[in-house]
């Protein structure tokens, strides 16, 4: 007997409702999602015109290395001098040659087009990883213009450290700790602000691996860093350590996203950059004395087990993936709070992570919802003004209260916390 229309409607309707949520069609929507997402980015690069901002000054600054400069202070471009680490170099110098000094466009954008669904992939896995979401969250995740702009139509190298931090990412979940360092220091090589993970990870490492595996991965890092800086740091170290690891950086007030609503004279007081270091310092203090590691006792008992035997885990109570990745996104939300300027192409350094970090709060969808359309609204307004910076640092404030009060170990944990 043939299917009549209202049984072909509600099988229809009950698979979208599988889709949606159903953990165990969880890829199913994602590729159906990526795939979208694939159509969607080849027609912003087919009808959306590039815009020139730092892609010009990468391929002139590489062409100065290629030509045998290893003088940081010396390596300059359009928009200013090279203040990104060895990492940033190598990355370019290859597309620098693939791309024939970077005037072929398209293959550029397709390059990048490609890194974007990688990008997007990731965080679906991800997602996956730690659990504890409806399946129809990830289709917030293709719906940033801003994203999609800054991969596709700006070049902007941080979505290299995006991904390889994804990755990274990946990898300390499923606890391959050598690995996850090793991209981390990769991606570390590209972008100073991949640091804002590294307090979580440090704490999660001497949780898992002890004090003296956690020094020698530190050393790993550096070691790393070193490898790749070795052209510059042979021949003149002190011009390479000041450019692409400048703590003191002062941004410009015209470009800043997050204190617009700050006077100029006020946003670059040097007692507003101090206040920022001690609020940040203080907020990472506080998460890890009394939010992150509880279902092992807490960070205190972590560090004294660790302390007493350097050669052991801090911890016998194993840490989740859910956790592991709550706790490092959280991290990073927290140093992009307190960060002493916001720029357009740093949205990258989280976009794909508001919606898993307003998953690990107790607010109702609605509520969530409005947090991540709220921080998507201020990264479109162009330029910035008081309102969308104030939107944005309010956004970002009512989302980290959120995980405070929340699942800040993830949502896997929270069981083992109440029974303590």
């Not at 679906?124 to 940033?144: D, E, H, K």
């Not at 194993?318 to 709070?337: M, Q, R, Y």
Request: charged content about 10%.
């Amino acid at each position: 007997m043939p299917p009549t229309p209202s049984t072909t409607v509600s099988s229809a309707l009950n698979l979208i409702h599988r889709l949606l949520l159903d953990p165990r069609l969880f890829w199913t929507l994602a590729s159906l999602v990526i795939i979208a997402d694939v159509v969607l980015t080849q027609l912003i690069v087919r009808f959306v015109p590039f815009t020139e901002i730092d892609w010009e000054t990468y391929m002139y600054q590489v062409n100065l290395y290629l030509k045998g400069e290893r003088n940081y202070s010396s390596i300059s471009g359009p928009t200013g001098p090279l203040v990104y680490p060895a990492g940033h170099v190598h990355i370019h110098a290859f597309l620098y040659k693939l791309t024939d000094a970077g005037k072929n466009l398209a293959l550029s954008q397709q390059i990048y087009a490609l890194l974007y669904s990688l990008s997007l992939t990731l965080s679906c896995a991800i997602y996956r990883q730690a659990g504890g979401f409806p399946n129809w969250v990830i289709l917030l995740l293709p719906l940033s213009k801003r994203l999609h702009s800054i991969f596709v139509l700006r070049l902007f190298n941080d979505v290299w450290a995006v991904v390889l931090t994804q990755l990274s990412i990946l990898a300390l979940g499923r606890g391959l700790h050598d690995l996850a360092i090793l991209l981390f220091s990769v991606a570390l090589s590209v972008k100073m602000s991949v640091l804002l993970y590294f307090p979580a990870l440090l704490v999660i490492l001497v949780r898992q691996r002890g004090l003296a595996t956690t020094t020698r991965l530190c050393f790993t890092i550096l070691s790393i860093q070193g490898v790749l800086a070795y052209p510059f740091l042979l021949e003149h170290p002190l011009p390479y350590i000041k450019n692409a690891f400048d703590l003191g950086r002062v941004f410009l007030y015209k470009w800043t996203v997050n204190w617009r609503f700050l006077s100029e004279e006020g946003f670059l007081d040097p007692r507003f950059a101090r206040a920022l270091m001690i609020g940040h310092i203080s907020v990472l203090v506080a998460f890890g004395l009394f939010r992150w590691c509880r279902s092992a006792g807490g960070v205190a008992a972590v560090l004294n087990r660790a302390l007493r035997y350097p050669s052991r885990p801090g911890s016998g109570v194993p840490a989740t993936s859910d956790e592991v990745i709550t706790t490092v996104l959280t991290s990073n939300l927290i140093g992009i709070l307190f960060a002493r300027s916001l720029h357009y192409q740093f949205y990258s350094w989280y976009a794909y992570q508001v919606p898993f970090l307003a998953w690990r709060t107790r607010y109702p969808v609605v509520l969530k919802l409005a947090i991540i359309g709220a921080i998507e609204y201020a990264w479109n307004v162009y330029p910035s003004t008081a309102v969308s910076s104030g939107v944005l640092c309010l956004a970002h404030i009512i989302l980290l209260a959120g995980v405070w009060f929340g699942y800040q170990e993830g949502q896997h944990v929270i069981s083992v916390v109440r029974q303590r």
